[in-house]
């Protein structure tokens, strides 16, 4: 079991451009979440979804993130038109239904925007 | 206002000491309570689960949750450099709605 995969490590972007953040969750997990984490906000959850579909998108910024996951092997986080203020950790996790049921999360993707 | 609130936001001890964190949420219809370790460069990584009153001790950690207080503490004993992280705690409901709700985080240093 490799664990949560997320690709790539780092990433840096200029301004206006576009960013996708990948994430391969655990085989057989049914649940996928996206995190953002900076210094100053701490973790702050973004979307997450059941068997692919998605759940709760309470947490994304409306007008240039979005998320899919086409598949149960992949997600995607997709920012349009990077801005500074997207600096940050972004962290992809997997777990099992239920909040009973830990969260496995990935490395992090660390985006920075110049 | 968030959910769970954690403190102190940074704390050192000594090697071989105690380190005690403490989490407080505001939420009634949380029911399962997690405690979260990242050390730097890697993801947050789930230390030990707590879902009843009272005490779980997994060899050096000790999780103490009071429901009815909506509080929960991690005391680590015989603290090693190791422990040097990030500690999250996590709460979540019990049906439903799958998500986590984390605190801010409490820094670990622990001097050799």
């Known amino acids: 079991n490799a664990g949560v995969i997320q690709t790539p490590r780092h990433k840096v972007t200029g301004k206006g451009q576009e960013a996708t953040l990948w994430c391969e969750p655990i085989?057989?997990?049914?649940?996928v979440f996206w995190y953002r984490q900076t210094i100053v906000q701490g973790l702050e959850f973004l979307t997450y979804?059941?068997?692919?579909?998605?759940?709760?998108d309470s947490g994304m910024p409306k007008e240039r993130f979005s998320a899919q996951m086409p598949n149960q092997s992949h997600s995607t986080l997709k920012i349009q038109s990077t801005q500074p203020q997207d600096s940050a950790v972004y962290l992809c996790?997997?777990?099992?239904?239920?909040?009973?049921?830990?969260?496995?999360f990935g490395p992090g993707t660390r985006l920075t925007v110049l | 206002q968030q959910k769970v609130q954690q403190s102190p936001e940074s704390l050192s001890v000594p090697e071989g000491g105690m380190a005690s964190l403490n989490c407080t949420s505001s939420?009634?219809?949380?029911?399962y309570f997690w405690w979260y370790r990242q050390h730097s460069g890697e993801g947050p990584k789930a230390l030990m689960s707590i879902f009843s009153d009272g005490d779980k001790k997994e060899g050096r950690f000790t999780a103490h949750l009071n429901k009815a207080s909506l509080h929960v503490s991690l005391h680590i004993r015989d603290s090693q450099p190791s422990d040097s992280a990030l500690y999250f705690c996590?709460?979540?409901?019990?049906?439903?709605?799958?998500?986590?709700?984390f605190g801010k985080g409490t820094s670990l240093t622990v001097i050799p």
């Open positions: 979804f059941r068997n692919q579909a998605p759940i709760d």
């Open positions: 085989s057989g997990h049914s649940a």
């Open positions: 939420d009634r219809n949380f029911q």
């Open positions: 996790a997997s777990s099992f239904w239920g909040g009973a049921y830990e969260q496995y």
């Open positions: 996590a709460a979540s409901e019990p049906t439903g709605y799958q998500n986590f709700y």
